[in-house]
């Protein structure tokens, strides 16, 4: 799915407005009545609600959908950019937007700047492109939460990414520095280097190897687990960037969203998958498989001249701090607090979690170079466009499921709004509760 901003200089007041209000409504709608737009959006009058709903159809920013038993229209993922982008324009954390720097599973990364002038990176979720066909067979959670849809999920997956970077950040871990996030967009640290599976040579390979199979422990001591660390989501600084900050470290470490505890029940497969995909890379690319070694004494590292080659779960990792229970890290819940997780979050982000490691869903990482030539950029564009219609067939499908039922609930709720009440009762999610 492409951004394109160059319509959102043209969008007055008033259209945001309609669009935040089918935001809204959304929440309790997959198609969101007419009249509630109006309702919910505040305009005076609804002439011009029209006329907004009009403009941002021709953009595709709303739609409406196809034998729909009434007047109503949804919002597409193009309107869900504009929001969160305006909402950062209006925050004043961002300026404006560049070119795409690299697409994963689950977002597309693009080149941005603030109003100083400052070369940044928005990372856009897009939970349910590579879902669909990687976990379709286990959409279950979707089918009795009408409210739930891929959207809601991306906003939460960016929600606990940015949560997680803030607090790794803080705490001295080698990540990007986060700055902003709004719905399923997070704006974070332009990282000048780029994606370690580019990498060709290196001064001190087995250095790298060792640090990198230090931060998988750390991070583990500090409660969490990465569970897609490899060399896609790892990015090697410029020498020169090294040489002018004088970075202790070389590499950054990114994509935190499918992030457990180490209390979770699958930790230790998670953690051993980790070090398994740091060493097939330096074994492929390097040639380098170290042993362990009983006659050396060293163990604050790995590989050669240490006693260990790599890191084993039971052995290593001994909790220090619970940054796991600070951001409320997939698996910490039931044991340590007894409170519930959110099962459609967590199941969408297992499904990522299962399928990690897949390298025809990766470009370039969050880099400051763009590697692709022009004829992967047109293959790319071939490949998104058939992902978004299989995304929009598939999301077509699930609107169609009970739309009597929703026709006589949203008359309903229209009623109630019209009529000035002002005490319906919400669910946990926003969603109004009729009695």
Not at 279 to 294: G, Q, T, V
């Amino acid at each position: 799915m492409k951004l394109d901003t160059s319509h959102m200089r043209y969008l007055t007041s008033d259209d945001f407005k309609v669009l935040q209000a089918v935001e809204q409504g959304t929440r309790n709608h997959e198609l969101v009545p007419t009249t509630l737009i109006h309702n919910i959006s505040g305009m005076k009058s609804p002439t011009g609600t029209n006329r907004c709903i009009g403009d941002l159809a021709k953009l595709k920013l709303i739609s409406r959908l196809r034998n729909a038993k009434y007047d109503g229209f949804r919002l597409t993922f193009s309107g869900y950019d504009y929001l969160a982008l305006k909402t950062m324009l209006n925050r004043e954390t961002l300026y404006s937007v560049g070119t795409i720097i690299g697409v994963g599973k689950e977002s597309d990364i693009y080149s941005v700047s603030d109003p100083a002038g400052v070369q940044k990176v928005i990372k856009i979720a897009r939970l349910g492109r590579t879902s669909f066909r990687t976990v379709k067979n286990n959409r279950d959670y979707l089918q009795h939460r009408n409210t739930s849809n891929w959207m809601y999920l991306s906003k939460l997956a960016a929600q606990k990414e940015y949560e997680f970077m803030c607090t790794l950040y803080e705490n001295g871990f080698i990540v990007p520095q986060p700055f902003d996030y709004s719905r399923h967009c997070v704006m974070m640290e332009w990282i000048k280097g780029s994606c370690m599976k580019h990498l060709k040579k290196h001064n001190n390979y087995k250095q790298l190897y060792s640090n990198l199979m230090n931060f998988i422990v750390k991070l583990a001591n500090h409660g969490l687990i990465h569970c897609d660390f490899n060399e896609f989501n790892i990015i090697i600084r410029d020498e020169e960037e090294m040489r002018k900050h004088k970075y202790e470290y070389d590499f950054v470490v990114i994509d935190f969203p499918q992030c457990v505890s180490i209390e979770h029940v699958d930790a230790k497969d998670y953690f051993d998958r980790d070090v398994k995909g740091i060493r097939d890379f330096f074994s492929k690319k390097f040639r380098y498989s170290p042993e362990h070694d009983p006659t050396m004494l060293d163990t604050e590292g790995f590989g050669e001249g240490y006693r260990y080659a790599y890191p084993n779960f039971s052995r290593d990792v001994k909790r220090e701090k619970s940054l796991d229970v600070e951001v409320k890290a997939s698996g910490y819940a039931k044991k340590l607090t007894g409170n519930r997780e959110d099962k459609d979050l967590e199941r969408a982000l297992l499904g990522m979690r299962e399928n990690n490691g897949d390298e025809e869903n990766f470009e370039d990482g969050e880099s400051g170079e763009d590697e692709d030539d022009e004829d992967d950029e047109e293959d790319d564009d071939d490949d998104d466009d058939e992902e978004e219609e299989e995304y929009e067939e598939e999301y077509e499908e699930e609107e169609e499921v009970d739309e009597h039922n929703d026709k006589e609930e949203n008359e309903k709720i229209i009623e109630a709004l019209s009529s000035g009440v002002g005490d319906l009762k919400m669910d946990k999610l926003g969603n109004y509760i009729l009695e």
